[in-house]
Nanobody, 117 residues
Framework: QVQLVESGGGLVQAGGSLRLSCAAS????????MGWYRQAPGKQRELVAL???????NYKDSLKGRFTVSRDGAKKTVWLQMNSLRPEDTAVYLC???????????WGQGTQVTVSS
């Protein structure tokens, strides 16, 4: 059973920073993609950032430069560094894992990020 557990969300003032963490457990191949999506109330879930096991990244264009995704060498933890936060960044941020060999996706429960003006 693959599980993803996020942490690091909270309330922050506009212009501040947060770092989210996601730890994966279970049987996971080394070839995979991990990252973050977010969903605000009444909005569709949208890509924030992804990172492959090879270190290639993919960001939502409007977030590139403010947000940075990274992962550890063991390939089981992914972080999202969020800088210069804006109220429109307020959302539930969900960890994402794709086991590329099998084409199976997993989602964490999400962590709330609230940015005050």
């Amino acid at each position: 059973q693959v599980q993803l557990v996020e942490s690091g969300g909270g309330l922050v003032q506009a212009g501040g920073s947060l770092r989210l963490s996601c730890a994966a457990s279970g049987s996971i191949e080394s070839i995979n993609t991990m990252g973050w999506y977010r969903q605000a109330p009444g909005k569709q879930r949208e890509l924030v950032a992804l990172i492959t096991s090879g270190g290639n990244t993919n960001y939502k264009d409007s977030l590139k430069g403010r947000f940075t995704v990274s992962r550890d060498g063991a390939k089981k933890t992914v972080w999202l560094q969020m800088n210069s936060l804006r109220p429109e960044d307020t959302a539930v941020y969900l960890c994402y894992l794709r086991r590329n060999v099998l084409g199976i996706e997993y989602w964490g429960q999400g962590t709330q990020v609230t940015v005050s003006s």
